[in-house]
């Protein structure tokens, strides 16, 4: 299973992928997304980016991408959705 850090990894790549282009600054994880120059665009890419990568989608009925503001809390979105899998995982097997 993926832990904390390397999800953290995982997202940072993707958004620095998706998002900055190579001679810009690094985010930290609390600086906000929105305000680092992503459009409507480039989160839809880093979504679905995201998904691709970690096998989950944390935004559904109990998350909207609304509520997500910074790094950090994108991250956190992921950490937990990768949680509930993997307990859901657990629970069924």
């Known amino acids: 299973m993926l832990n904390d850090r390397h999800v953290q990894e995982i997202i940072e790549r993707e958004i620095q992928a998706v998002v900055l ?3 810009e600054e690094e985010l930290s994880l609390d600086d906000e997304l929105l305000k680092s120059g992503v459009n409507s665009l480039m989160l839809a ?12 989608d944390p935004f559904g009925d109990q998350l909207s991408i609304t509520e997500i503001r910074t790094l950090r809390e994108l991250v956190g979105a992921y950490e937990s959705a990768l949680e509930q899998a993997a ?3 657990t ?3």
């Open 91 to 93: 629970a069924g097997a």
């Open 87 to 89: 307990s859901g995982a």
């Open 45 to 56: 890419q880093l979504l679905i980016q995201l998904e691709t990568e970690l096998g989950v």
């Open 21 to 23: 282009s190579s001679d």
